[in-house]
């Protein structure tokens, strides 16, 4: 691997002041998972690597009934599916922290370097999207609030300035029936790269969706929110052709390229089928969200 | 030039100090500085899982951690599974169904199959198999791995 200096800076100021100071040629290490083996690959390169493990505020976990939960942006993806509060009020989260990687990656792996990374295929990301997660960015001008479908913006590019970070996710609470899910496609059972998936989550009101949100993986230069697919669902009756329909759209929002994984056809009709599915699983577990 | 970082550590019971480059994975310093070369490199960018050891408590790719995350940590390799010359039920079990050809997956999947057993004492073959996902066999289809882990089990309960 490249030559790097290494620093662990204990709060957060700390880490502003060196990714202010090396700029563009600072990297952050929180799980490492995808940036040492880019650094190794020579797809990154950097003169410092700031390890943000040791920053309280990026290694916890917070739940509140009112406002919501906060996962520092470190926190590694055991400590997300493990923790009693996410299995309580978010098993969407749950479902995409236990299938990114396998065992040892999880024990690393954190949903804010997933997002970060910016990969097209960022299982966490559609999850979060539609669970409307959003960043708190930290910086030497102070700290702002970027929604998560607003912060990836090209494969492995995101909205974060020099000596910006990551500093946590957060999630508002729960509405009352409100349920979410993510689903993607793999020719295997595990370890491998979307081909396409797909986050949603819904809100029932007497038998009506009140509102929803679709979000795909891998078939974009970025994850995809598809505000629409969710727009057609609000208002309408919980069946099977409201589904579809929604589901229809996200196909038709998918903008996929043809690659090893997949064509761009498959796809598309991934889409449809995963969002449909999702969309199913999501309303049973709103229904018994009460 | 970067200097080099010296790093305490806790390794297989005993308290260790080593001198290492930043840019050098937990694998290279266990391996070239420390001499434990039971881990082994396959990939060497986190799929195989060959170089697994346990971090903290957690299983890790050796290969995907820097060996200056290791200050103040605690790490276990597959030298620190048998107690003394009497090797771990996971290690006599796997001798005994034949759970390895060429032997370059077993110490991760040793150490990985040893972390489960420590927090699930009778886990299901489907948890069993998700669990060592990340640990890539080419010789045995993984079926004798499988077995060797339910036998270990098994072994570990009736001696408690």
């Avoid at chain 1, 100071?21 to 290490?29: D, P, Y």
């Avoid at chain 1, 966490?124 to 960043?135: D, K, N």
């Avoid at chain 1, 505000?227 to 057609?232: F, M, V």
């Avoid at chain 2, 937990?26 to 971090?55: H, I, P, Q, S, Y």
């Amino acid at each position: 691997m490249q030559w790097f200096e290494y620093a662990r800076p204990e709060s957060v100021d700390e880490a502003v002041r060196l990714l202010s100071e090396h700029g563009e040629k600072a990297r952050v290490l929180a799980g490492g998972t995808d940036v040492l083996v880019q650094l190794r690959g020579g797809f990154r390169s950097a003169d410092w690597v700031v390890d943000i493990k040791e920053i309280p505020e990026l290694n916890g976990i917070a739940w509140d009934d009112s406002s919501g939960l906060t996962i520092g942006a470190a926190v590694p993806c055991y400590r997300v599916y493990e923790n009693e509060d996410v299995k309580k009020h978010y098993p969407g989260l749950v479902d995409v922290a236990s299938l990114i990687g396998g065992t040892q990656i999880q024990g690393r792996a954190s949903l804010g370097g997933n997002l970060c990374n910016a990969a097209p295929s960022a299982d966490a990301v559609p999850a979060m999207i539609a669970l409307e997660a959003s960043g708190r960015v930290v910086g030497p001008d102070g700290a702002r609030t970027i929604a998560v479908e607003d912060f990836c913006t090209a494969p492995g590019k995101n909205v974060l300035k020099p000596g910006e970070l990551l500093a946590s996710l957060h999630f508002p609470a729960p509405k009352p029936h409100s349920g979410a899910h993510y689903i993607r496609f793999i020719p295997r059972n595990e370890m491998d790269i979307a081909v396409a998936g797909a986050g949603v989550s819904v809100v029932l009101d007497n038998g009506n969706f009140a509102s929803a949100r679709v979000a795909l993986a891998s078939v974009a230069p970025t994850p995809l929110f598809v505000k629409e697919a969710g727009e057609a669902l609000a208002g309408q009756p919980v069946n099977d052709e409201s589904i579809q329909r929604a589901a229809e759209i996200a196909e038709q929002a998918a903008k996929p390229i043809d690659d090893m994984r997949g064509t761009k056809r498959y796809r598309k009709h991934l889409c449809e089928v995963l969002t449909r599915r999702a969309l199913h699983i999501a309303v049973e577990r709103a229904k018994g969200n009460n | 030039m970067p200097r080099k970082v010296q790093v305490q550590t806790k390794l297989n019971g005993e308290q260790v100090e080593f001198l290492c480059e930043p840019r050098q994975s937990l694998l290279e310093v266990l391996r070239d500085e420390l001499g434990l070369t039971g881990t082994k490199e396959g990939c060497n960018d986190g799929n195989c899982g060959a170089c697994t050891v346990m971090f903290d408590g957690r299983i890790v790719t050796s290969c995907l951690v820097l060996a200056v995350e290791a200050e103040g940590k605690e790490i276990t390799t597959v030298e620190g599974i048998a107690a003394g010359n009497e090797l771990h039920p996971i290690q006599q079990c796997f001798l005994e169904g034949a759970a390895l050809q060429c032997g370059v997956c077993t110490p991760g999947i040793l150490v990985a199959a040893k972390a489960l057993l420590d927090q699930d004492s009778n886990p299901s073959e489907e948890k069993i198999r998700f669990w060592l996902a990340n640990n890539l066999c080419r010789c045995t289809g993984y079926d004798k791995i499988v077995r060797s882990v339910q036998a270990a089990a098994e072994k570990m309960q009736e001696a408690r």
